[in-house]
């Protein structure tokens, strides 16, 4: 969709356009049947044998269901601090233990806070068309994660299928990482080429910038560092 939206303003013809979604549906196509022998199995099963097929135990569809382990607020803060909600553990008595609002949790969505400082970076000086694509997968995997977090997720349950029999949708969080990753490239690519541009003004500014950024996160992370383990 994204690349047809451009083909179309750029004016590409209708034919070169009907025959580029053709060949990607034909891509489809052939990926789902060369991949059948996996997938058919576990499709059947989900739809007939599993719980989730409303034959089992009760309360395994529903909305209430998908949006269980959604990413809640405190979760989203650990994409800038890793696990600052928590993990859980199986000693009682360990300290650090998850105290976040889902049953329980033994995985951390962390991006990672340069890749987002950078890939923020990129969004700003990357002025391409990549850009508001990897911002927009973002947006979506964010949005879809967070689940029973925001009203949006009814919209999601509602148009795709079998949404009410899965759950944890914070694990699409991989695919915010990977934009990021992508966005943080572009971001180090524009700096390089702005450093590297005539307008040493500009040059000296960005060298200004870089300087005290790296030196605020720098006391940053020996604050964090001395205020030990509760912090």
Known sequence: VYRLVFMFRDKIGTVKMALTTAMF???VVIGLFGSA???YPGYKYIQEFSPRAGTGAEGRSGYEWATSWSLHLEELVGQFIPFFAGVSVNDPEAK???WGRNAFKDNTEYTGFFPILIGIVGMALWRRRETWFFVGMA???LVYALGATTPLFYIFYAIIPNVGKLRAPSMIMFLFSFSFAMLAAFGIDALIKLRNAAKTRITKKLHK???ITASALTVLAL?????GKPL
């Open 37 to 39: 022998i996996q997938f």
């Open 96 to 98: 650090g233990g998850y």
């Open 209 to 211: 910038a870089l300087m």
């Open 223 to 227: 604050l964090f560092t001395a205020a």
């Open 139 to 141: 947006a979506f995997a």
């Open 25 to 27: 549906v034909l891509a």
